[in-house]
Nanobody, 125 residues
């Protein structure tokens, strides 16, 4: 299984970016597809995640500004990021897991078996 993220780049504060992630080599539907981010000197944290069953979870810092969506038929997940601020600057990682036994979107990064390489998002203030 490979995850390929795209859409990162440079944005001004208050601007928008849209990230996309495509999962390939998946035998069945990916249950959890999420976005994490890691800023310099900080731990990797969940930004937003979605399950095949419809559960959605957001970090409090992005609620009302970011929207996660997915196309399960294509095993793709998207992250629309609006009202960006300098605090959103980080490397964003797409993560996925096929585990069918967990209901809610996992917050811990070690719950995800598959990871993309990451895409850098830089927000200038």
């Amino acid at each position: 299984v490979q995850l390929q993220a795209s859409g990162g780049g440079l944005a001004q504060a208050g601007g928008s970016l849209r990230l996309s992630c495509a999962a390939s080599g998946v035998v069945s539907v990916m249950n959890f597809m999420s976005w994490f981010r890691q800023a310099p000197g900080k731990r990797r944290e969940l930004v937003a995640g979605t399950s095949y069953g419809g559960d959605i979870r957001y970090d409090d810092s992005v609620k009302g500004r970011f929207t996660i969506s997915r196309d399960s038929a294509k095993n793709m997940v998207y992250l629309q990021m609006n009202s960006l601020s300098a605090e959103d600057t980080a490397v964003y990682y797409c993560a996925g897991d096929s585990n069918p036994g967990i209901g809610r979107v996992p917050v811990r990064s070690d719950a995800y078996a598959y990871w993309g390489r990451g895409t850098l998002v830089t927000v200038s203030s």
